[in-house]
């Protein structure tokens, strides 16, 4: 069973950018396909940015050219640059680790709060 832990969060005004990390142990990096959520307070955990094993990528519409996903599997690593961060993009981000046949993992979450 494959393990993650996010890092990267933190507060950020306006305009600027943060990079999160989800380093995954404990099963072969290369073979699930991941995805990154984020839930605000109040609010469900929806798709933010999705990456596949085959490094096909999809993003919510109010992140495209903003937000990029990526993945180095030799790091067992996936990322997410944040990019022109706006009030509307604080919230608790999630990572989450998917194979065919195995139900998903999570990771604990990490806070981004965009504020001035």
């Known amino acids: 069973q494959v393990q993650l832990v996010e890092s990267g969060g933190g507060l950020v005004q306006p305009g600027g950018s943060l990079r999160l990390s989800c380093t995954a142990s404990g099963s072969i990096f290369s073979r699930y396909a991941m995805e990154w959520y984020r839930q605000a307070p109040g609010k469900q955990r929806g798709l933010v940015a999705g990456i596949s094993t085959r490094h096909m990528t999809n993003y919510l519409d109010s992140v495209k050219g903003r937000f990029t996903i990526s993945r180095d599997n030799a790091k067992n690593t996936v990322y997410l640059q944040m990019n022109s961060l706006k009030l509307e993009d604080t919230a608790v981000y999630y990572c989450?680790?998917?194979?065919?046949?195995?139900?998903?993992?999570w990771g604990q979450g990490t806070q981004v709060t965009v504020s001035s």
């Open positions: 989450k680790a998917t194979t065919p046949g195995l139900a998903g993992t």
